[in-house]
């Protein structure tokens, strides 16, 4: 019952250097989303996919690629870390009710990232 | 813009106490309504939710919470709470599209 999986858990990065979290979900689920969660902040939504090969921007979509080839895996790239994206990450992904998402979102456990 | 506010960001309680947590966002259409809470070092899980319906909505763990839609408000609540009600809860808005809007969160410790 692994419902949405994260990896790595953890990861510090030198600025400039760049690296992948990989999100999976068993669930079937349509949507994705890949969230940044800072202190006093809440969630923000970074990307999201709301299908297999189709991505679009969130909120904070600035230093972040996706992409979404399978439908059970959405990945977030870092192509140049940058000390401002220190941060919790979260993937969610979300199940569709009478063709619309819910917003009811099941999460991963995260993944902690430190740009030094 | 959408937003979603919660009032206080730390609440310190002792065990037993009654809790109530405020959820009030900005949008003047339907709504799903969440809240979710995050434990110490884990992730973010369902609390409850309000997608229609019966304005009070029963939760996991005693927690429950009414929607007041002329206040824009989701309030949470808890009777009693315990000391490993200790977490962070996040309200959390849904608007009909792909963005889900959070709130900034409420750390609670409880005392034992």
Not at chain 1, 15 to 31: R, V, W
Not at chain 2, 1 to 10: E, F, P, T
Not at chain 2, 41 to 59: C, I, N, R, T
């Amino acid at each position: 019952n692994a419902g949405v999986t994260q990896t790595p858990k953890f990861r510090v990065l030198k600025t400039g250097q760049s690296m992948t979290l990989l999100c999976a979900q068993d669930m079937n689920h349509e949507y994705m989303y890949w969230y940044r969660q800072d202190p006093g902040m809440g969630l923000r939504l970074i990307h999201y996919s709301v299908g297999e090969g189709t991505t679009a921007k969130g909120e904070v979509p600035d230093g972040y690629n996706v992409s979404r080839l399978k439908k059970q895996n959405f990945l977030l790239g870092l192509e140049s870390a940058a000390p401002s994206q220190t941060s919790v990450y979260f993937c969610a992904s979300s199940r569709v009710l009478l063709r619309a998402p819910t917003g009811e979102l099941f999460f991963g456990e995260g993944s902690r990232l430190t740009v030094l | 813009a959408q937003s979603v506010s919660q009032h206080n960001h730390h609440v310190i309680l002792s065990e037993a106490a009654s809790l109530e947590l405020g959820c009030n966002y900005s949008y003047g259409g339907t709504v799903n309504l969440f809240w979710y809470v995050q434990y110490p070092g884990q992730h973010l899980q369902l609390l409850l939710k309000y997608f229609s319906g019966d304005p009070l909505v029963k939760g996991i763990k005693g927690f429950e919470a009414e929607f007041i839609k002329s206040k824009f408000s989701f309030n949470l609540r808890k009777p009693s709470v315990q000391w490993s009600d200790t977490a962070e809860y996040f309200c959390a808005v849904n608007t009909g599209g792909f963005k889900t809007i959070f709130g900034a969160g409420t750390r609670l410790f409880v005392k034992a």
